[in-house]
């Protein structure tokens, strides 16, 4: 089991940045699929991105890509998520989720249920 600890959240004009990180700890951090979801208010927490334990995949929701960048250290047992050009819409709680499962498609990665280990979330809030 790996314990995850969000951090970077806060308040930002749209437009403007956030780099969110992900603490690791237990477990073996570097051989686990990482991932982002938010949950923004009186929606469902859906998938943000997420990365492979090698770092040679990315995949990410069509309502970030191009803005959104997803990253790890596996040195450092982090995770990190660069947010640029955010938008009201982007406001929610972000969540870090950690999978053991290392060969799953990209699909599989971007559903809620493969994932075992989840963080408290983090705040983003983004004005108009």
């Known amino acids: 089991q790996v314990q995850l600890v969000e951090s970077g959240g806060g308040w930002v004009q749209a437009g403007g940045s956030l780099r969110l990180s992900c603490a690791a700890s237990g477990g073996t951090f570097s051989t686990h699929t990482m991932a982002w979801f938010r949950r923004a208010p009186g929606k469902k927490r859906e998938f943000v991105a997420h990365?492979?334990?090698?770092?040679?995949?990315?995949t990410y929701a069509d309502s970030v890509k191009g803005r959104f960048t997803i990253s790890r250290d596996n040195a450092k047992s982090t995770v990190a998520l660069t947010m640029l050009g955010l938008l009201p819409e982007d406001t929610a709680v972000y969540y870090c989720?950690?999978?053991?499962?290392?060969?799953?498609?990209?699909?599989?990665?971007?559903?809620?249920?493969?994932?075992?280990?989840w963080g408290r979330g983090t705040q983003v809030s983004v004005s108009s």
């Open positions: 989720a950690a999978s053991s499962f290392t060969i799953g498609s990209n699909s599989y990665y971007q559903k809620e249920s493969s994932y075992e280990d």
């Open positions: 990365i492979s334990w090698r770092e040679t995949i990315t």
